[in-house]
């Protein structure tokens, strides 16, 4: 008799564990979306492993029935890049935030996106660190007043979307915590994506910077803050009766004002292409930050590159079909040995 699949559903994917994060925070609707999307990847639950480092969003492996590693601070692309590659079966999903991914994880971070290891990176950004109780973090705003900047902040920024694609990243994507409909549709394009899928997610920290995104996330200012990233569309954002658009030249956006019922094509508005060789298209629309401009939601980037693990892979098998199986005892008894006695 042939055995069925058993259906899984979210509460599947849910552990017995108590959720201890802030009330009104917004890694529980980012969990409660997590959960929903797994059972739709069509895996086994056993090959899902949830990897994160140090801070709030780094509870995460808790809350999720899967494998999952605690890992220490900034870590966790090393810890899920060495999962993938000895095991590239496996759905590898590394949740971090703004101050363990861009700080001390920075250079972790870096090296794992440029290598576009077969992974998917969660960034939580609530430009905050909440965990150690309200210092700036990497992401933090000119002039923010924290415990650790009482003056204002005086570091320049680092914008997660620019500092992926910096790296080479294949997949970038920015959404938003209390969206489900399209943080739920971020996670699966980032599972579909061979490579590296890294997504910004803006999350709201009620505690030390409440309403950082409140202009994105609220519905009624959304439709004058946000611009939906659709492909092939122009990029054009604003009620019915105040339409713009953005135009790119010489790699510059600016502002088109758009008439009632005007074609965004002739007015040189730029139709978004996710699948842009050169990077630089998605730079420009990186470079789009409020008040100035509309901020930028949904896929910036979606570019096919051979991932590590299955370049890792090749050069094994090669390497066997050459050499035949490894020896390890043989390997360690090669060579000049020593025998350390009493």
Known sequence: MAETTPVLTAKDFTSNQDVRWCPGCGDYSILANVQRVMPELGLPRENFVF?????????????MNTYGMHTIHGRAPAFATGIKAARPELSVWVVTGDGDGLSIGGNHLLHTIRRNVDLQ????????????????????????????????????????IAFALGAGATFVARTIDVHAPHLQEMLRRAHEHKGTAFIEILQNCPVYNDDEWIEVEDRKSRIEAALDLEDGQPLVWGAEDQR???????????????????????????IHHERHESPAYAFALASLQRPDFPLPIGVFRAVEKPPYDALLEQQVQSAIARRGKGDLAALLNSGDTWTVGD
């Open 121 to 160: 990176i969660l960034l939580f950004n609530n430009r905050v660190y909440g965990l150690t109780k309200g210092q700036y973090s990497p992401t933090s705003r000119i002039g923010m007043k924290t415990k650790s900047t009482p003056d204002g902040a005086i570091d320049h920024p680092i914008d997660p």
């Open 51 to 63: 990897v994160s480092g140090i801070g709030c969003s780094s509870r995460f492996p808790y809350y």
């Open 244 to 270: 713009r658009g953005i135009r790119i030249e010489n790699g510059i956006p600016s502002i088109v004002h758009l008439g009632a019922g005007e074609d965004p094509v002739n007015k040189g508005i730029a």
